[in-house]
RNA sequence: GCCCAGGUGGCGGAAUUGGUAGACGCAAGGGACUUAAAAUUCCUCGGUCGCAAGGCCAUGCCGGUUCGAUUCCGGCCCUGGGCACCA
């Protein structure tokens, strides 16, 4: 019979569904918490997903033939604007359409052969999980860590909705649809993220198994400065100060001495005042004016170092210089105190900015005792800055969570009380795209009665940022039916942390810092068992073809329905996983998918044709040849497990392949081949965890009973994998000139000596002195010459 | 500009703590089988010189350490990613 993976993939796939694998059921086994990124429910799987679930799946497949009682929960993150968009463009409402795409999708991966635990799914966008989402955010609240600030903020201008600013991209965009993000004033819902920073930042050293470039992506997002805020009197013409000091932020206060002027941010509120007055007012509202017309962002990457003289002075505490007080667009207002002190001699924007201006600069030496002094004498204060800013997380969408507040014209806004959630979406909205946020439509959610006072309210019409959602979906997982609560304290304890986290790198930020807030955050509130949610972090590369990121605009998508249709599911997971080690870029290549499908061919014929004759007599000549079966069969357990271990698929199927290869030469070469239905067993084994289908399918006509799932992860033995013999390479000066082949248990004067005496050592050794010879115990002897 | 990651055959990629560079696969070329093709199978396959044995060169470039460097150190070049005047 021939290898035809559209016949026994749908056939396993079937009867696995009807038996469930013991897994997460399993208590008296040790846990393993295995977790993939769950999808947003775009209604198409795509190669990146494929990938990401071929990773997890080798990993919950190979930990539990360890035997570890594995959670291999997935789920849809199916809130967001892509569902709302379409509800437009179709006239339809997006719940619908996300269960639609849902079902296609689990049809998807059921094909893959994915193992997944599916009592245990969840639907963000589900009234029973979106409750706890508001639950969530009413629990920020009463903590003092959300609240309602105006502020200037990211707005998408095609999303129509405002953005966090780790959802504004390189380029100053949209992290969904790529437009140019616009800056608005508005009055918005943040979560105290800031709170948390310092706790965000040192706990990065807890994490040892997330990738470093991770790790300092995250540093360097948060950002943190320790240094001094130090206050300078001000002299200036205008005698009607506010306050007589400039405070001013500097990380290098052994710099102070060097200080030849200082810099306000445009928006500075001592900046108009300074120059009233002054021969300069003019110039300096001129100028305030001018950069109120640019972006934050084109300030930013402008590089410009232009400002004005404001007419004011400054004296620095340190020494009792008066030095000039500028303005300039190059001080950002909303970091430290929106004025610097400038050292042109130690920075090269204030040198730029000096040169620029014809400002002095000075020679004065460092001093590291001032910031004693200062702080002493009152005038500083030690101080810590981040660049991290809080989580803005009001959407002016419908496809969220729905803010849990009500407005009141006497009691303000009031958390909507517990027993009252989920603040469910309504029904009766139409989607046109026009105008405002679809919720601002429904009477029936508008109106609200005030829960403190009983008046009239109104409800919030904003929804929370989808990224709420996907920030504690992995501790739902643990209790995903609870309509008591988010999720018990003691099945959470059971399962977290996660053990394996896998993903892609483009949520280094993003999702992977958002959900360590809420963990711990959770973690102070007594909800979480841990404050660190994922143990291990593995960030898979991108699925490139051509060289470019896979995408219909490109025309360069592979469709795994096609694949998988063509030459199977084990062929496409195979593929993904060989052709490139996980972390790195795959790039896709039509004609390797045709070799993976090659080799499960080869072990199609090898395990289907499998002679069970008796083993040949030890006394038979070729009997040696079986014993080197049997050593590489042990060496390739002990790789594959090995490789297994470190993520390092590629080369895990590259023993399998060797192994496989190493059974057709034993093949060939003897008539007498003895039983191997063990040995291939084994090696069914080993491919089960990358190619499940066809493994089950020959462990079963092996002859086997059970599943080939609920077999134990093979072992090597030691004494087996033992070479008899050993190639020594031989080197003259480090160079190769020979091999010798040694038994195993050569001695090393016997090794050196021979090395020293083969012909072609000799032509180089002639004539020369040998001054040592080394030897490398099994590996080489070099020979040392003048 | 700063911070990461990475540069190995025609391609994807392998190489324990420094120890035979190129595992495994793809592509390519040649042979067998076949009326033919597909499938399968066998051989060759970094460059260069040589009839051959073999030599020389080769892991982005230039140096260094070492008996020996893809691996360690210093300096450059290039590619990809992140941050973007954070004082």
């Known amino acids: 019979m021939d290898y035809q993976p559209s016949q026994i993939e749908p056939k396993w796939q079937d009867e696995w569904e009807k038996q469930p694998t013991p897994d997460s059921t399993a208590t008296e086994r040790p846990k393993y918490y295995d977790l993939v990124m769950f999808p947003y429910p775009s209604g198409n799987l795509h190669m990146g997903h494929v990938r990401n679930y071929a990773i997890g799946d080798v990993i919950a497949r190979y930990k539990r033939m360890q035997g570890f009682s594995v959670l291999h929960p997935i ?14 463009k179709n006239n339809t409402h997006p719940k619908p359409w996300t269960e639609k795409c849902i079902e296609r999708m689990k049809i998807q991966l059921k094909r893959l052969g994915i193992s997944y635990d599916w009592d245990r799914e969840v639907n963000t966008s589900s009234e029973e999980y979106y409750k706890w989402t508001q639950w969530i955010f009413l629990l920020m609240l009463k903590r003092g860590l959300a609240y309602r600030k105006k502020a200037q903020v990211n707005w998408c201008p095609k999303c129509q909705t405002v953005l966090a600013n780790e959802q504004v991209v390189k380029d100053n965009q949209c992290w969904r649809c790529e437009s140019i993000v616009e800056e608005k004033e508005l009055e918005q819902w943040f979560l105290k993220i800031t709170d948390y ?66 810099v306000l941010a445009p928006e500075h509120p001592m900046a108009i005042e300074l120059s009233k007055g002054t021969p300069q007012e003019k110039e300096v509202l001129a100028y305030i004016e001018k950069t109120k017309k640019e972006s934050t962002h084109d300030r930013a990457i402008s590089n410009s170092k232009e400002g004005v003289f404001t007419g004011g002075y400054a004296i620095n505490p340190a020494n009792g210089d008066k030095v000039p007080i500028w303005i300039a667009d190059y001080v950002l207002m909303g970091y430290g105190t929106g004025a610097v002190m400038a050292v042109p001699k130690h920075d090269e924007r204030d040198l730029a900015f000096a040169q620029q201006n014809d400002l002095p600069v000075s020679d004065n030496p460092l001093d590291n005792n001032i910031a004693d002094k200062l702080v002493n004498s009152g005038i500083a204060k030690r101080k810590t800055n981040f660049k991290l800013r809080d989580w803005l997380v009001s959407r002016q969408r419908y496809w969220g969570a729905p803010i849990p507040i009500i407005y009141c014209e006497k009691c303000g806004a009031v958390p909507v009380p517990e027993n009252d959630l989920p603040v469910k979406l309504p029904m009766d909205v139409k989607f046109t795209g026009e105008g405002a946020s679809p919720l601002t439509q429904s009477k029936e959610f508008m109106h609200a009665v005030c829960p403190l006072c009983g008046g009239v309210g109104r409800r919030e019409t904003d929804t929370l940022d989808t990224f709420n959602c996907s920030s504690w979906y992995y501790l739902r997982y643990s209790d995903p039916h609870n309509n008591e609560k988010p999720f018990d304290q003691a099945l959470a304890k059971k399962w977290m942390p996660v053990d394996q986290y896998i993903g892609g790198i483009e949520h280094a930020i993003l999702h992977l810092l958002y959900s360590r807030f809420f963990t711990k955050v959770l973690f102070d509130a007594g909800w979480s068992p841990t404050d660190e949610p994922f143990k291990n ?30 030459f199977g599911a084990d062929t496409a997971r195979l593929f993904i996983l060989f ?26 014929r090898l395990a289907s044709q499998v002679p069970s004759s008796n083993f040949p007599d030890p006394s038979n000549e070729k009997y040696s040849d079986q014993i080197k079966l049997k050593r590489k069969l042990h060496q390739t357990i002990k790789a594959v497990t090995e490789d297994i271990e470190k993520f390092s698929f590629n080369t895990a199927i590259a023993r399998l392949m060797e192994l496989t290869n190493t059974f057709y030469d034993y093949l060939n070469n003897n008539s007498n081949i003895g039983n191997l239905s063990l040995e291939i067993g084994h090696l069914l084994q080993l491919l089960s965890p ?33 070479e008899d013999e050993m190639t020594i390479a031989i080197q003259v000066n480090g160079k190769l000139r020979d091999t010798l082949l040694f038994s195993s248990d050569a001695k090393e004067e016997e090794i050196k000596e021979k090395a020293q005496k083969t012909d072609k050592t000799l032509i180089f050794t002639a004539g020369k002195e040998i001054v040592k010879v080394i030897y490398i115990p099994k590996k080489l002897v070099n020979i040392v010459i003048k």
């Open 75 to 88: 789920g849809w993150d199916a809130f967001g604007m892509p569902a709302e968009n379409a509800a437009i």
């Open 197 to 262: 920073a310092d706790r965000l930042l040192t706990d990065i050293e807890k994490l040892s198994g997330w990738p470093e470039p991770v790790k300092i992506m995250q540093r360097n997002w948060i950002g943190k400065s320790v240094g001094l805020e130090v206050d300078f009197t001000i002299y200036s013409p205008n005698s009607q100060l506010r306050t007589p000091n400039l405070k001013i932020f500097t990380t290098r206060p052994d710099t102070l001495f060097g200080v030849t002027y200082m």
């Open 537 to 566: 972090l593995l960030t898979q590369g991108m699925v490139v073809k051509d060289g470019a990121k896979m995408s219909k605009s490109k025309g360069n998508v592979v469709d795994p329905d096609y694949i998988i249709e063509k």
């Open 579 to 604: 052709a490139s080690p996980p972390e790195k870029e795959l790039e896709w290549n039509d004609q390797g998918v045709e070799g993976s499908y090659r080799f499960l061919n080869r072990v199609w």
């Open 690 to 722: 990358f190619a499940p289908h066809i493994s089950e399918e020959l462990w079963h006509q092996l002859g086997n009973k059970d599943s080939i799932l609920s077999q134990p992860w093979p072992k090597y033995d030691p004494k087996l994998i033992v």
